[in-house]
């Protein structure tokens, strides 16, 4: 079974400074891995996602993440903090032919002046 | 495009009262459609979810239902609620690309 480890309940940066979240998941089979972020009160909404192809993928806002295969790892990043970045940041996986994702625990972005 | 809609976007209700919750999607047919729930400073708990009209699978053992009148309408039920059904219920649709898409939410405080 699939299984997401969002590494820090809790990260806290700089306005400006790199910001990186962390998710490791564990997977029999290549899955596929998505990054959603949530804002107070709101739903979620699709940051960026990896299928096949291309290991860096490129999403909204700035941000991107790696597929790391040999690390089980999709950690995201974003060069430059924003303060409207400050949100909650879940990661996730299902793996073909499954009709449910599996979320990690998320993860709180917390954005200092 | 597709959109999601979620109401109410509040409720409070008081304990042993019934509960209904709705979700529509327009711009798709036949998608699969999802209920969370979010409690308090906890991640995503995937409760039931679609594959077709009538066709419910139900992750979690509790006091909710649901059920899948039309095809792109899904219902969140229960018929007395408890003080541990408080939380932020999220309905999502997907289709084809595994991604889900999410509705607004509705925040539910049950009393």
């Known amino acids: 079974a699939q299984s997401v480890t969002q590494l820090g309940s809790h990260v806290s940066v700089s306005e400006g400074a790199l910001v990186l979240l962390r998710c490791n998941y564990s997977?029999?089979?290549?899955?596929?891995l998505f990054w959603y972020v949530q804002y107070p009160n709101q739903g979620l909404q699709l940051l960026l996602k990896y299928t096949t192809g291309a290991t860096l993928v490129k999403g909204i806002n700035g941000f991107e993440a790696e597929f790391k295969k040999s690390e089980t790892s999709f950690h995201l990043t974003k060069p430059s903090a924003h303060m409207s970045d400050a949100a909650e940041y879940f990661c996730a996986v299902v793996i073909q032919g499954a009709q449910k994702l599996v979320f990690g625990q998320g993860t709180r972005l917390t954005i200092n002046p | 495009s597709q959109t999601i809609h979620q109401w109410p976007a509040t409720l409070v209700q008081p304990v042993g009262s019934p509960l209904s919750l709705e979700c529509t999607v327009e711009?798709?047919?036949?998608?699969?459609l999802y209920w969370y729930r979010q409690a308090a400073g906890r991640g995503l708990q995937l409760l039931f979810y679609s594959v077709g009209i009538g066709q419910i699978s139900s992750e979690v053992p509790q006091n909710l239902s649901a059920s899948r009148p039309q095809d792109r309408q899904f219902i969140l039920s229960s018929k007395k609620l408890l003080l541990s059904d408080s939380g932020f219920y999220l309905c999502?649709?997907?289709?084809?690309?595994?991604?889900?898409?999410f509705g607004p939410g509705t925040r539910l405080t049950v009393t």
């Open positions: 999502a649709w997907s289709k084809g690309g595994y991604e889900q898409y």
């Open positions: 997977s029999s089979v290549p899955p596929y």
């Open positions: 711009g798709t047919s036949n998608p699969n």
